[in-house]
């Protein structure tokens, strides 16, 4: 059964230094493998996705993920994290018509 | 011009009342989903309804009900309201076929008193 892991309940980092959620899934086959942003009472935003090719991925606000087969990972990066990016982040795999999600991570920001 | 667009946005009601959260898509997708945010945050699917017809019924209680009347719009019914329901609902839809993304509505609030 697919199934997504998300390790990081809360994080707090400081403006500006560095950022890595964690995404460890299950699934059979080929996963697609999305992370989306949650801000306090919005809907979900797509950050980024992966289907195939380059494991390394580019997403809006200057997220990036990297997908590692071997590891079943999808981890999120950005190298300079802003106050804005305080949201709620979750990591999904979509077997087509079927989005199944991690649990979130809450991202703290202190000045 | 908003894609996926879901109504009300807050609902506050009694338990054993009846409503319903609708939900439309301009995007022009063939499928269309009902989630549920719990207090944890933790997103759990509901519904998948692929061209008007149900796809997923994930264990949701039969008081639940969607109804898909065309494949941009579905409406999701809950008869006899428990204080459990209590939730944000979002509604979603995407494009049939392998790795396109699900885009989501701004959820609605639903609190159970």
């Known amino acids: 059964a697919q199934s997504v892991t998300q390790p990081g309940i809360h994080i707090t980092v400081s403006e500006g230094a560095s950022l890595e959620l964690r995404c460890n899934y299950s699934?059979?086959?080929?996963?697609?493998l999305f992370w989306y942003v949650q801000s306090p009472g919005q809907g979900l935003q797509l950050l980024l996705k992966?289907?195939?090719?380059?494991?390394l991925v580019q997403g809006i606000k200057g997220f990036e993920a990297e997908f590692k087969r071997s590891q079943s990972s999808f981890n999120l990066r950005k190298p300079s994290v802003h106050w804005s990016d305080a949201a709620e982040y979750f990591c999904a795999v979509g077997p087509g018509n079927q989005f199944y999600f991690g649990t979130g991570t809450s991202l703290t920001v202190i000045p | 011009d908003t894609a996926v667009s879901q109504t009300p946005k807050y609902l506050v009601t009694q338990m054993g009342n009846d409503k319903s959260i609708k939900c439309e898509q301009n995007?022009?997708?063939?499928?269309m989903y009902w989630y549920k945010q719990d207090s944890k945050k933790f997103l759990k699917i509901m519904f998948s309804?692929?061209?008007?017809?149900?796809?997923i019924n994930e264990t949701v209680p039969n008081r639940f009900s969607p109804k898909s009347p065309d494949k941009a719009h579905l409406n999701l019914h809950i008869n006899s309201l428990e204080l459990g329901d209590s939730a944000v609902y979002f509604c979603?839809?995407?494009?049939?076929?392998?790795?396109?993304?699900?885009?989501f509505g701004q959820g609605t609030r639903l609190t159970v008193v």
């Open positions: 995007l022009g997708h063939d499928t």
């Open positions: 309804y692929n061209n008007k017809e149900l796809i």
């Open positions: 979603a839809s995407s494009q049939q076929g392998m790795g396109t993304e699900a885009f």
């Open positions: 992966y289907f195939s090719g380059d494991t």
């Open positions: 699934y059979g086959a080929t996963p697609y």
